[in-house]
């Protein structure tokens, strides 16, 4: 049974420390998307790749997020520094192709106090 | 005026009931159309996706595209307690030079025994 996961699956931190997220994508899948989701925003689109090249980092904080892919198996986003307004649920999905159909991670729940 | 614009509910209906739910969109670049069934504390999961305009159905579910009036639409008939989730619209030009996916905030359906 094929999916995608996620480490950690929730990380609690204080403001101005560095988080990494990791996602292994489904293998053979070479489209990786990067979401954060709030109640107040709902769901945003931060980054992706394809074939492990970023095609559109626009949705995210240029100045203290980064989202790399060092290979096909692994994707990260860290967040560095933190602030609290980072408090989310980060999804990483997965996808062939043009990466219409996306399967999604469980989330990392992130809390920044 | 939002790009994607979705009714956040909550709907509750009775088991069996025909389900109705709706996003508006303003960009007129969408050509792929997604629906996404969310559980709670889960990540979202693919239900449904079209292409431009038409209709497509699967099992107990079809969606409807309308691109002159910029709207879509996903119906559920004989509906189940477990139907019970968020379901949030999304729209793309993936693949197009001006990639982008956005998604609605999602309507909380609860579907009463």
């Known amino acids: 049974d094929a999916r995608v996961t996620q480490t950690p699956r929730h990380k609690v931190t204080e403001m101005g420390q560095e988080v990494t997220m990791r996602c292994q994508p489904i293998?053979?899948?070479?489209?990786v998307f990067w979401y954060r989701q709030t109640m107040m925003q709902g769901l945003e689109l931060l980054a992706y790749?394809?074939?492990?090249?970023?095609?559109?980092d626009s949705g995210m904080p240029k100045d203290r997020f980064s989202a790399e892919m060092p290979d096909a198996t692994l994707a990260t986003l860290k967040i560095q520094p933190s602030e609290p307004r980072d408090s989310a649920v980060y999804f990483c999905?997965?996808?062939?192709?043009?990466?219409?159909?996306?399967?999604f991670g469980p989330g990392t729940r992130l809390t920044v106090t | 005026q939002k790009e994607v614009e979705q009714d956040p509910g909550p709907l509750s209906v009775p088991e069996g009931a025909i389900v109705s739910l709706n996003c508006t969109y303003s960009?007129?670049?969408?050509?792929?159309f997604m629906w996404y069934r969310q559980y709670s504390r889960k990540g979202p999961e693919l239900l449904m996706y079209?292409?431009?305009?038409g209709n497509k159905e699967d099992g107990r579910f079809t969606a409807q595209v309308d691109k002159s009036s910029k709207y879509i639409s996903l119906f559920i008939r004989d509906s189940q307690p477990s139907d019970s989730a968020t379901y949030l619209c999304?729209?793309?030009?993936?693949?197009?030079?001006?990639?982008?996916?956005?998604f609605g905030k999602g309507t909380r359906l609860h579907i009463l025994p």
């Open positions: 999905a997965s996808g062939s192709g043009r990466g219409l159909e996306q399967y």
């Open positions: 999304a729209m793309s030009s993936l693949g197009n030079r001006d990639d982008k996916i956005i």
């Open positions: 293998l053979g899948h070479n489209t």
């Open positions: 960009n007129s670049a969408f050509q792929y």
């Open positions: 079209t292409y431009s305009s």
């Open positions: 790749f394809r074939n492990r090249a970023p095609l559109d």
